[in-house]
């Protein structure tokens, strides 16, 4: 029940504190939109890279290396 109350005052405070923000800066939902994308676009360009920097045998099980 005591994490149910502090969950619920967490909850609270950050609407709170979220809707002050939107007073203070109207456009922020599209800002938070607009930083959400280049993140979710920075991570799919990190995660190409480091598809790219692998050796073949790593990128693919069905390959046998001859030594």
Request: aromatic share 6%; proline share 3%; glycine share 2%.
């Amino acid at each position: 029940m005591e994490n149910t109350d502090k969950k619920g005052c967490l909850e609270d405070q950050f609407q709170e504190m979220l809707d002050k923000a939107r007073e203070l800066y109207p456009d922020i939902d599209d800002t938070i939109t607009t930083l959400n994308n280049m993140t979710s676009q920075t991570n799919n360009l990190q995660d190409y890279l480091n598809l790219t920097h692998q050796m073949p045998a790593e990128t693919s099980n069905n390959q046998i290396i001859f030594a």
